[in-house]
């Protein structure tokens, strides 16, 4: 078997693995095996002890505001319905999963520039708590809290 199909065989076992995890029943399964409500409620905790650290003035809670909101996770309806999924050929599996990955990424973007308000709004000493508090290891890392 030449090279090249080699790589066509193994992109199609990478797509065909991608759209196994989109077409997984228990899609809203999410970080450590904790499910979307259990996420939602300690990501909401995290943010209620980083706000009682950062000790914001009344100034600097709009920011706060706008930057907490800005941090949705996607909604069930933006996910891919694994039964149509199963239907889709493989390329057609790839093109939902690219979908689903721009919208987090248009997500990730909003996300960001609140960030960068709230962030140009702290104290030095704020903005040493907060780089201390946030995940290092991209979206889905923890830091442990000191």
């Known amino acids: ?17 991608s759209a196994s995890a989109y077409a ?3 899609r809203e ?14 990501h909401e905790q995290h943010q209620a002890k980083l706000h009682d650290k950062l000790k914001l003035s009344a100034q600097q809670e709009t920011a706060w505001k706008k930057f907490t ?12 319905d694994p039964a149509a999924l199963e239907k ?3 390329p057609q599996r790839l093109e939902k999963g ?16 609140a960030l960068k308000e ?6 030095p000493e704020q903005q040493k708590i907060f780089d201390e508090q ?3 290891r991209g979206m889905h890392g923890q830091k442990h809290e000191k």
């Open 29 to 42: 399964c999410g970080w450590k095996g904790m499910d979307r409500e259990k996420m939602e409620k300690a």
């Open 118 to 123: 709230f962030y140009a709004v702290l104290t």
């Open 69 to 80: 909101a800005s941090h949705l996770l996607l909604d069930k309806k933006d996910r891919p």
């Open 98 to 113: 690219l979908e689903l990955l721009r919208a987090e990424e248009a997500q990730l973007a909003e996300h960001l520039k």
């Open 88 to 90: 889709l050929n493989a």
């Open 134 to 136: 946030i995940p290092h």
């Open 1 to 17: 078997m030449n090279r090249s199909a080699k790589m066509i065989l193994a992109g199609l076992a990478i797509v065909a693995l």
């Open 24 to 26: 997984h029943e228990d």
